[in-house]
């Protein structure tokens, strides 16, 4: 796995407080729900992988991952939790943008200098 997927998927789990094992598990919990239509629309907006990789990532077959990003709009119009949720993970992959921006630019300096 990615070393960069990898660890905005560890933060994401961290905001909500849930394990990556459990994203990539069976468990049809609510919560965790919520979670893999939120890694669903980050991986493939910030990072442009197709469903079969984003599959891949959360152990899913690619129409799992097709009807995940379906949902996400409908969640964000009509659930109110979930809607709590996306708002919060903004800043957070503000963070995440931010922090690799910072390695990509010391890896730069170290290759050029």
Do not use: P, W
């Not at 961290?14 to 729900?33: A, M, P, T």
């Not at 442009?48 to 009807?67: Q, V, Y």
């Amino acid at each position: 796995m990615r070393e960069d997927i990898l660890r905005t998927m560890t933060m994401i789990c961290n905001v909500y407080n849930v394990k990556l094992d459990d994203i990539r598990g069976k468990s049809r919990e609510r919560l965790l729900f919520y979670v893999r239509v939120i890694m669903t629309s980050v991986l493939r907006s910030e990072y442009d992988l197709t469903f079969t990789e984003i599959g891949r990532f959360l152990n899913r077959n690619h129409s799992t991952i097709t009807h995940y990003k379906a949902m996400y709009g409908d969640l964000a119009h009509y659930d109110y939790t979930f809607k709590e949720m996306i708002t919060s993970i903004g800043d957070i992959l503000l963070d995440i943008k931010t922090d690799l921006q910072a390695e990509l630019e010391e890896e730069l300096d170290g290759i050029i200098n």
